[in-house]
Protein backbone atom coordinates (compact mmCIF):
# COMPACT_ATOMS: atom_id res chain seq x y z
CA UNK A 1 0.00 0.00 0.00
CA UNK A 2 1.28 3.66 -0.38
CA UNK A 3 2.05 6.13 2.06
CA UNK A 4 0.30 9.76 1.81
CA UNK A 5 2.77 12.56 3.31
CA UNK A 6 1.19 15.97 3.85
CA UNK A 7 2.88 19.38 4.45
CA UNK A 8 -0.57 21.20 6.30
CA UNK A 9 -0.36 24.67 5.72
CA UNK A 10 -3.37 27.60 6.19
CA UNK A 11 -3.73 28.42 2.46
CA UNK A 12 -2.07 25.49 0.42
CA UNK A 13 -1.19 21.69 1.51
CA UNK A 14 1.62 20.05 0.07
CA UNK A 15 1.03 16.35 -0.86
CA UNK A 16 3.69 13.46 -1.45
CA UNK A 17 2.65 9.85 -2.48
CA UNK A 18 4.83 6.69 -2.35
CA UNK A 19 4.91 4.00 -5.14
CA UNK A 20 3.25 1.30 -4.12
CA UNK A 21 6.02 -0.69 -2.85
CA UNK A 22 6.63 2.30 -0.47
CA UNK A 23 9.96 2.87 -1.44
CA UNK A 24 10.04 6.11 -3.29
CA UNK A 25 8.31 9.27 -3.14
CA UNK A 26 6.40 9.73 -6.67
CA UNK A 27 3.86 11.54 -7.32
CA UNK A 28 3.02 15.38 -5.58
CA UNK A 29 0.85 17.74 -5.60
CA UNK A 30 -1.08 20.76 -3.10
CA UNK A 31 -4.71 21.50 -2.14
CA UNK A 32 -5.72 24.42 -2.02
CA UNK A 33 -7.99 24.83 0.59
CA UNK A 34 -8.51 26.95 3.80
CA UNK A 35 -11.37 25.20 5.68
CA UNK A 36 -9.70 22.20 7.78
CA UNK A 37 -13.02 20.48 7.61
CA UNK A 38 -12.95 20.54 4.00
CA UNK A 39 -9.48 20.18 3.53
CA UNK A 40 -9.53 16.45 5.62
CA UNK A 41 -12.63 15.18 3.56
CA UNK A 42 -10.12 16.12 0.20
CA UNK A 43 -7.15 14.40 1.79
CA UNK A 44 -9.09 11.54 2.70
CA UNK A 45 -10.55 11.05 -0.48
CA UNK A 46 -7.46 11.75 -2.24
CA UNK A 47 -6.14 8.39 -0.45
CA UNK A 48 -9.03 6.53 -1.03
CA UNK A 49 -8.11 6.93 -4.62
CA UNK A 50 -4.90 6.11 -4.31
CA UNK A 51 -4.77 3.36 -2.01
CA UNK A 52 -3.11 5.22 0.73
CA UNK A 53 -3.05 3.04 3.55
CA UNK A 54 -0.79 5.61 5.90
CA UNK A 55 -0.77 9.12 6.06
CA UNK A 56 2.51 10.77 7.72
CA UNK A 57 1.06 14.56 8.74
CA UNK A 58 4.02 17.00 9.24
CA UNK A 59 4.27 18.13 12.99
CA UNK A 60 5.98 21.39 13.46
CA UNK A 61 8.39 21.94 16.02
CA UNK A 62 11.08 24.73 16.75
CA UNK A 63 14.15 24.17 16.90
CA UNK A 64 14.72 23.22 20.33
CA UNK A 65 12.24 20.52 20.15
CA UNK A 66 9.03 22.63 21.60
CA UNK A 67 5.43 22.56 20.05
CA UNK A 68 3.75 25.95 19.33
CA UNK A 69 0.33 26.42 17.99
CA UNK A 70 1.15 25.45 14.43
CA UNK A 71 1.37 21.52 16.25
CA UNK A 72 -1.66 22.22 17.69
CA UNK A 73 -3.29 22.84 14.05
CA UNK A 74 -1.68 19.49 12.64
CA UNK A 75 -2.95 17.48 16.22
CA UNK A 76 -6.39 18.76 14.99
CA UNK A 77 -6.14 17.57 11.40
CA UNK A 78 -4.52 14.33 12.61
CA UNK A 79 -7.94 13.83 14.57
CA UNK A 80 -10.21 15.20 11.87
CA UNK A 81 -8.33 12.54 9.20
CA UNK A 82 -8.42 9.80 11.99
CA UNK A 83 -12.74 10.58 12.24
CA UNK A 84 -12.77 9.78 8.15
CA UNK A 85 -10.91 5.93 9.14
CA UNK A 86 -7.08 7.20 8.04
CA UNK A 87 -4.43 5.71 9.90
CA UNK A 88 -1.69 8.65 10.64
CA UNK A 89 1.47 8.93 12.18
CA UNK A 90 2.67 12.82 13.10
CA UNK A 91 6.37 13.12 12.13
CA UNK A 92 8.68 15.85 12.69
CA UNK A 93 9.24 18.17 9.85
CA UNK A 94 11.37 20.65 11.10
CA UNK A 95 13.73 22.18 8.22
CA UNK A 96 11.40 20.68 5.67
CA UNK A 97 10.33 24.00 3.79
CA UNK A 98 13.84 25.42 4.71
CA UNK A 99 15.64 22.94 3.01
CA UNK A 100 12.32 22.89 -0.02
CA UNK A 101 13.69 26.23 -0.60
CA UNK A 102 16.92 25.48 -0.62
CA UNK A 103 16.70 22.72 -3.51
CA UNK A 104 14.60 24.91 -5.53
CA UNK A 105 16.67 27.82 -5.13
CA UNK A 106 19.74 25.38 -6.21
CA UNK A 107 17.38 24.19 -9.16
CA UNK A 108 17.48 27.96 -10.39
CA UNK A 109 13.29 28.21 -9.42
CA UNK A 110 12.17 31.33 -8.30
CA UNK A 111 10.35 30.39 -5.04
CA UNK A 112 8.16 33.86 -5.25
CA UNK A 113 6.26 32.13 -8.86
CA UNK A 114 6.32 28.67 -7.04
CA UNK A 115 5.07 29.06 -3.55
CA UNK A 116 2.83 25.43 -4.43
CA UNK A 117 5.92 23.91 -5.22
CA UNK A 118 7.48 24.87 -2.05
CA UNK A 119 4.41 22.96 -0.13
CA UNK A 120 4.91 19.85 -2.56
CA UNK A 121 8.81 19.45 -1.89
CA UNK A 122 8.20 19.88 1.56
CA UNK A 123 5.48 16.96 1.42
CA UNK A 124 8.50 14.67 -0.37
CA UNK A 125 10.99 15.43 1.71
CA UNK A 126 8.38 14.56 4.81
CA UNK A 127 7.59 11.51 2.98
CA UNK A 128 11.67 10.60 2.20
CA UNK A 129 12.13 11.05 6.15
CA UNK A 130 9.24 8.37 6.99
CA UNK A 131 10.05 6.03 4.34
CA UNK A 132 13.81 6.39 5.23
CA UNK A 133 12.82 5.26 8.99
CA UNK A 134 11.17 1.84 8.18
CA UNK A 135 14.40 0.77 6.83
Known sequence: MRVMAIDYG?????IAVSDMLGLLAGETFV????????????????????DVGTLVLGLPRNM???????AEKSRAMKA?????????VLWDERRTT??????LRENG???????????????????????????
Open 10 to 14: DARTG
Open 31 to 50: IAQWDPVALADTIAAEAKAR
Open 64 to 70: DGTEGPR
Open 80 to 88: LLEERGMTV
Open 98 to 103: VDAHRI
Open 109 to 135: KREKKHKATVDAVAAALILEGYLGSLR
